[in-house]
């Protein structure tokens, strides 16, 4: 049994290697194209290649200024991408129990899903000033986005699930962590996966406009005003391996912490018979069983 257990792994690591040089292959290939497209621009306030975003990246790793500005950020929009989460998720929990807070909430999170960020800084700047600004406009993006997932995954429990939970007598934590977190773990990756990205690019937009000090955005804004398009691109960098670390991070924390998808999800089967938004309102007859 262990020969044929290294025969199978043998067998995939030219598959496994196959991959990881197609990876290799297509990043080379968009490195090339923008090497390529600098050079033809010609003109490095408008465009630099890699080689230059790279050297701009190396200088500014040399200065402490640098993981100061990276570390202030990083506290801030991490921290509005879990005062987000949080909020989304115990937001739809209720919406889940409660009929009447899903149709109340429902035009909350519309507005927060429509109105654009730039709306949001500008109320904020007056309001609160630039200091906690990239931490609520992350918070803001992410919320609607964890709330949808997490009210979509609860709804496609199968009820005939907690019906037999319920008959048999299963605690509520018994539940929580047989059935509804399982179930719950396919939409919160999703969620995840489009979150992160958008609670980097918001907050670095609002560390643009609003300045603060020590901050990735502030950074980025004098380098703008000197004309420094490889510090610039710089930063950018780092923003992408910022968000990507931080997805990669938090996915992995997920698998680990929750087990697979519970048997007998019914949110495909759901959302093909209803094809309803869910935001809106529903039934409240099975909601009551988690609480």
Same mark, same amino acid.
């Given at each position: 049994?262990?020969?044929?257990?290294?025969d199978g792994e043998k067998k995939k690591s030219p598959g496994k290697a196959l991959k990881v040089l197609a990876r290799v292959a297509i990043v080379a290939f968009w490195l090339g194209l923008w090497q390529?497209?600098?050079?033809?621009?010609?003109?490095?306030?408008?465009?630099?290649?890699?080689?230059?975003?790279?050297?701009?990246?190396?200088?500014?790793?040399?200065?402490?200024?640098?993981?100061?500005?990276?570390?202030?950020?990083?506290?801030?929009?991490?921290?509005?991408?879990?005062?987000?989460?949080?909020?989304?998720?115990?937001?739809?929990?209720?919406?889940?129990?409660?009929?009447?807070?899903?149709? =109340?909430?429902?035009?909350?999170?519309?507005?927060?899903?429509?109105?654009?960020? %730039?709306?949001?800084?500008?109320?904020?700047?007056?309001?609160?000033?630039?200091?906690?600004?990239?931490?609520?406009?992350?918070?803001? %993006?992410?919320?609607?986005? %964890?709330?949808?997932?997490?009210?979509?995954?609860?709804?496609?429990?199968?009820?005939?699930?907690?019906?037999?939970?319920?008959? =048999?007598?299963?605690?509520?934590?018994?539940? %929580?962590?047989?059935?509804?977190?399982?179930?719950?773990?396919?939409?919160?990756? !999703?969620?995840?996966?489009?979150?992160? @990205? $958008?609670?980097?690019?918001? @907050?670095?937009?609002?560390?643009?406009?609003?300045?603060?000090?020590?901050?990735?955005?502030?950074?980025?804004?004098?380098?703008?005003?000197?004309?420094?398009?490889?510090?610039?691109?710089?930063?950018?960098?780092?923003?992408?391996?910022?968000? =990507?670390? $931080?997805?990669?991070?938090?996915?992995?924390?997920?698998?680990?912490?929750?087990?697979?998808?519970?048997? @007998?999800? !019914?949110?495909?089967?759901?959302?093909?018979?209803?094809?309803?938004?869910?935001?809106?309102?529903?039934?409240?007859?099975?909601?009551?069983?988690?609480?």
């Amino acid at each position: 049994m262990k020969k044929d257990r290294i025969d199978g792994e043998k067998k995939k690591s030219p598959g496994k290697a196959l991959k990881v040089l197609a990876r290799v292959a297509i990043v080379a290939f968009w490195l090339g194209l923008w090497q390529i497209v600098s050079m033809l621009v010609n003109n490095p306030v408008v465009l630099v290649g890699p080689y230059e975003t790279c050297r701009a990246l190396w200088e500014l790793a040399r200065e402490g200024e640098f993981y100061l500005s990276v570390g202030s950020s990083v506290l801030r929009i991490v921290s509005g991408f879990l005062l987000g989460s949080l909020l989304g998720v115990a937001f739809a929990v209720l919406s889940y129990l409660r009929g009447w807070f899903r149709a =109340f909430i429902r035009p909350f999170v519309s507005a927060v899903k429509a109105v654009p960020v %730039v709306s949001f800084v500008i109320l904020i700047l007056v309001g609160f000033g630039s200091r906690v600004l990239s931490l609520v406009i992350s918070a803001t %993006v992410v919320f609607p986005l %964890v709330y949808i997932q997490t009210l979509e995954g609860l709804d496609g429990v199968d009820a005939r699930l907690l019906e037999v939970a319920s008959v =048999f007598g299963m605690k509520k934590s018994k539940r %929580v962590r047989l059935i509804y977190l399982p179930a719950l773990r396919r939409h919160w990756t !999703a969620a995840l996966k489009t979150a992160v @990205g $958008m609670s980097w690019k918001s @907050g670095a937009a609002a560390e643009v406009i609003g300045q603060p000090l020590h901050s990735i955005g502030n950074e980025m804004y004098r380098s703008k005003i000197f004309l420094e398009t490889s510090h610039i691109l710089a930063w950018t960098v780092v923003i992408v391996l910022l968000s =990507f670390c $931080m997805e990669k991070l938090f996915l992995w924390l997920l698998r680990r912490l929750i087990p697979g998808r519970a048997p @007998g999800n !019914a949110s495909e089967k759901k959302e093909s018979e209803a094809g309803s938004d869910p935001v809106g309102p529903s039934g409240e007859g099975r909601h009551e069983t988690i609480g």
